[in-house]
């Protein structure tokens, strides 16, 4: 069932924009260059299976969530996808490259590394928000190679502000 949900939320509000069809282009040449080997991995061993199954619950929240948001926007497609797809980028910041961001800060920590502040965020944000300007204008143009551009980096930036924002606020908390 929660196949056919992604699926569905993909096929017929996703990729019925502009700015979605457009990301899911980059996405699936990235996603498909790789998932097919991984999914012959996983079939063949069960534990695996079963340790996939239990990390892709979130992101079937996550999904399922962004697919709500999308329909409380959907007076304008191309807004929701957007706003779709910033939610769903900074929940998969959060919760799958937080971990990540927190070992590798708290191991530059202990090594006594320069200190990595949330100031040092401020070039990303600064990325982001820029970006942002490039994916408005990419919809108004509907240019697809800048459309495709800019939603890559709006969510991959997305991914990195909230996944060090969130691991330096929990560093934060452990002096």
Known sequence: PEVQFLRGFRDRQVLSTFAGSQFMKVFNTWYYSFSPSVANFVTNHPAIRV????????????????????????????????IAGLLASGLIGVVYFSPFALAVLAVLRRTRRPSFCIRNVALLAYVWAV????????????????????????????????????????LQKFP
């Open 51 to 82: 340790a996939m199954k239990i990390l892709l619950y979130p992101l079937i929240g996550i999904l399922r969530l962004s697919a709500s948001v999308y329909a409380a926007f959907n007076f304008n497609p191309e807004l929701a996808v957007c």
């Open 131 to 170: 970006n942002s300007g490039f994916l408005i204008l990419s919809v108004l143009t509907s240019s697809p190679v800048a459309m495709m551009a800019s939603s890559t980096i709006f969510v991959l930036t997305t991914i990195g502000l909230t996944s060090l924002s969130t691991a330096l606020k929990i």
